[in-house]
């Protein structure tokens, strides 16, 4: 069993940045795939950014390449967002997810976060 926790979300004005962390606990977040997603109010769930567990490289949705850094720090067992230069269209709820090849996965209960223009 993983339990996620994200941190770092809130109100920032348009072109500034904020940086989320994902905190696991139960199991090492190295062994999963890690991704974030976004969910704006009354819209689907999107794909923001993931990191393989198997070599650390990172996937990004095309609206965010070039203002998003996803990273992980085994050490902590977390992962962070790195977002920079943010636009409105960056409000919505944060979710961290954790997935595992041999199955399970996991969802973090997500954290706001608004940008106001």
């Known amino acids: 069993q993983v339990t996620l926790e994200e941190s770092g979300g809130g109100l920032v004005q348009s072109g500034e940045s904020l940086r989320l962390s994902c905190v696991a606990s139960?199991?090492?977040?190295?062994?999963?795939?890690v991704s974030w997603f976004r969910q704006a109010p009354g819209k689907d769930r999107v794909f923001v950014a993931a990191v393989s567990r198997t070599d650390g490289g990172t996937v990004y949705a095309d609206s965010v390449k070039g203002r998003f850094i996803i990273s992980r720090d085994a050490a902590k067992n977390t992962v962070y967002l790195q977002m920079s230069n943010l636009t409105s269209g960056g409000t919505g709820v944060y979710y961290c997810?954790?997935?595992?090849?041999?199955?399970?996965?996991?969802w973090g209960q997500g954290i706001q976060v608004t940008v106001s223009s």
């Open positions: 997810d954790a997935d595992h090849p041999l199955g399970d996965g996991y």
């Open positions: 139960g199991r090492r977040l190295i062994n999963y795939d």
